[in-house]
Nanobody
């Protein structure tokens, strides 16, 4: 079974940027991949996804600020986050899109200070 490992989170000031990485242990070519996040006390939500062909779609709350990219040869999907807001603070996860149970990793924590 493919494992997905997220990294790149950290503490950033509001208005700052981060790049999150998701590295897969196996082939992701041909699969749509998504980034998700879960804030304390909230349900996990979709941040955005990238299709196998490279098309992207984003939640309204991050549109224009976040960008998803991928490199299948590196088995990696990135989430580029700009103009971060305190409300973006959460644990960020990658998974297939639609998400598949059993493929959730540990996630990476993003903290945004105001």
């Amino acid at each position: 079974q493919v494992q997905l490992v997220e990294s790149g989170g950290g503490l950033v000031q509001a208005g700052g940027s981060l790049r999150l990485s998701c590295v897969a242990s196996g082939n992701i070519n041909g699969y749509n991949m998504g980034w998700y996040r879960q804030a304390p006390g909230e349900q996990r939500e979709l941040v955005g996804f990238i299709t196998s062909g490279g098309r992207t779609n984003y939640a309204d709350s991050v549109k224009g600020r976040f960008t998803i990219s991928r490199d299948n040869t590196k088995r990696t999907v990135w989430l580029h986050m700009n103009s971060l807001k305190p409300e973006d603070a959460a644990v960020y996860y990658c998974n297939y899109y639609p998400s598949q149970p059993g493929y959730w990793g540990q996630g990476t924590q993003v903290t945004v200070s105001s």
